[in-house]
């Protein structure tokens, strides 16, 4: 464009071209002046331009991209645009300036106020119509924005195509354009208002996106799933879980199985091999490791950048849906890793999302982990909480989730959390309590299980804080459970010894009943104490290989019978050698031996043990469920216990050293024959097969029980007795 034309053009058609205003709609589209009606389009690539209906010819502005012209006033409110670009490509649309705004003012007050749980069905790319024209309505919060456009294959990733209108005060950018189909690649470009950076950005609510290292999001066909779970759905709304089984498998999809060229299973063949896996166990609970858009393997799906979206990894939105329908119809509940505690810093993504700290905050003493390098939200910003909220809202929604898993929450409770001294900001207290993190908790908990009963939310919580599983109002942070990272920490220490030594480390067998009771605790053996070089769970067991699987059977034995919920990472199941690879599938060669073969079928049995006694589970979370036989036998290293519901009582007896113990006696709480229904030791284990047949109960007190029985003890083992 040429001087004398530049001088021609007012100062909003020079923004146009320069593709910096805020406000295309003001210059662009339909217009009235001087009693005359014209329509004015900007078409970069454009050679001619006409209107259909009625056939008017639109004349180039010379040396500008703009093409004119009058109409009659009973033009079409929505006209269709016929141009042939420099290629001779013939298009047809209607004009995308041609559409008012779409998104109310309650949606805008909601989403400011941090209350609209479902402004994912507004924000983002959304296949609609308006007035009979189909289309996509863009829409994306970039407040420090001066200029917000949709770009994608549809205008050749060309900014000045289609600038995108701002919704006032709301920081909302939208705009509809008629004819995009579903499939289509888009990002938004953005140029900060202040600096004047141009930034490409993928849809923070984006619901699908391309395979990485691509990071495009993808127009996605909504309500396109015909679900098959309602039976699954409608029991869960009245499921009272705290009561009943919760066994979970926690699953990485990419690397549990592969196939013969080490590529990963989709979503469906998952859906198939991984539930069918998975019910034969016995687990009551698939646990993914998250499986939001991410695009670094490596980082096992810990680092998200589409909190909207299933990775694309293993197929489409809708495969998904068809994998958690299979577990609902086999029985099986799918709870999902969902990381609200930090974000990746990739340049495409969140991080100074419209050229500011939007999403983090700017001090990096409260905006970034610098032990894992990513950003920390803003959780005191309305429209951040909400992103955040609506998320969760969308798994449990959309794709019919269980619960979520939250991860890193004791990051997100303190603002000292893994810093030095002076690398923290206090809170307007002086504490080092994150105040704004631990209100989006609350709410996170409260909405939640207010508007999706019978769903669970779970916390990695590592430290003591008080109350993470007791009601909000209480003062508590109301999430459903907790894992037990106390007694996980202490078992795997006092496993770790030399048998010979265990007695010098008793209380660590003990010490968690302590505090058993204050939480609703989940007993992990998870991903993370299966990398890093802290060894497998079969080689965190000392001695030789035969006392390695009694150990780790003895282990298994013990936490299904403790109370609290359970949780196995994939591979702990038959004992694994290898630590936990994320670019492979499991070892499952292994079970070609018969170690492996008996701890996988011991793991079944627990399962199927663990729901069908109702001891085993009813009071998990309360004392009534669990009372101490003897903690006190620290010299042979045996412990035992009863665990008790409202229907049966059931003994439980350890021994964690390789010395079988004759003629044990302990008490019992009444007369009768008591049967061994459980034996770590079995031969079908791969056990040395000791143990005991009936046994009647003498009137001898012991123990501080009235009566007692005499046992044979099997070495590294634990037993089961039902009267």
Partial sequence: MNKQSQNKLDKDELKIIEARHHDPYCVLGRHSKNGKTFVKVYLPHAESVKIVAPAIELQRIPD???????????????YLLHWVDKNGNHYENHDPYSFGPQMSDFDQHLFAEGKHWYIYQKLGAHLTCIDDVPGVLFSVWAPNAGRVSVVGEFNEWDGRCNPMRTLGGSGIWEIFIPELNAGSLYKFEIQNRYSGEILL????????FELRPQTAAIVFKED?????DNSWMDHRASHEWLHQPTSIYEVHLGSWQRDADNNFLSYRELAEQLVDYVKEMGFTHIELLPITEHPYDLSWGYQTTGYFAPTSRFGSPDDFRYFVDCCHNNGIGVILDW???HFPKDSFALARFDGSALYEHEDPRKGEHRDWGTLIYNYGRNEVKNFLLASA????????????????????????????????????????ENLEAIDFLRELNTVTHEQHPGTVVMAEESTAWPQVTRPTWTGGLGFSMKWNMGWMHDILSYMSHDTIHRMHHHDQLTFGLLYAFTENFILPFSHDEVVHGK???LYKMPGDEWQRFANLRL????????????LLFMGCEFAQGSEWDVTKALDWYVLDYPFHQGVQGLVKDLNKLYKKHSSLFQYDFHEQGFAWIDCHDVKQSIISYMRISDNETLLIVLNFTPVPRENYRIGVPAEGTYREIFNSDSSIYNGANLGNGPKTAQP????????????TIPPLAGIILSL
């Fill in 64 to 78: 500008t991209d703009f093409f004119s012209a009058a109409v009659p006033e009973d033009l079409p409110e929505h």
């Fill in 201 to 208: 950005k993928t849809d923070p609510y984006g619901q699908q």
């Fill in 224 to 228: 396109n799933y015909q679900w098959q």
């Fill in 339 to 341: 990381v609200p505690a």
């Fill in 393 to 432: 809202f969308f798994w449990l929604e959309e794709y019919h989730l269980d619960g979520l898993r939250v991860d890193a929450v004791a990051s997100m409770l303190y603002l000292d959390y893994s810093r030095e001294d002076d690398d923290w900001i206090p809170n307007m207290y002086g504490g080092n």
């Fill in 535 to 537: 060894n497998s769970m």
């Fill in 555 to 566: 282990l298994y034995t013990f936490m299904y019978t403790y109370p609290g919920k359970k």
């Fill in 700 to 711: 001898t007190p012991w123990m501080g029980q009235p009566h007692s029985i005499e046992l």
